[in-house]
């Protein structure tokens, strides 16, 4: 298995992960990228606690869009 540098994720590759929580966990993807974040948290200024908190947004992001398309738009 190839080495992974966080600190050098891409945008891209950070919002691939957030969609494959998202699909596995559907609404509880930003608990569990929140928890894998809060495993670092006595180093916040660490890879794994920045990368696990740009996750957590990116998932925050793709369920806020999911919601939206979901709701169907009032047609009065």
Known sequence: MPWINLSEMSEKQIIELAAILVNEYGH???QVAERRRD????KPYSDSYRVWARIAEAAARLLRVSRRQR???DCS
Not at 39 to 42: F, P, S, V
């Open 71 to 73: 709701v169907p738009a």
């Open 39 to 42: 495993q670092h948290a006595d």
């Open 28 to 30: 509880a993807a930003l």
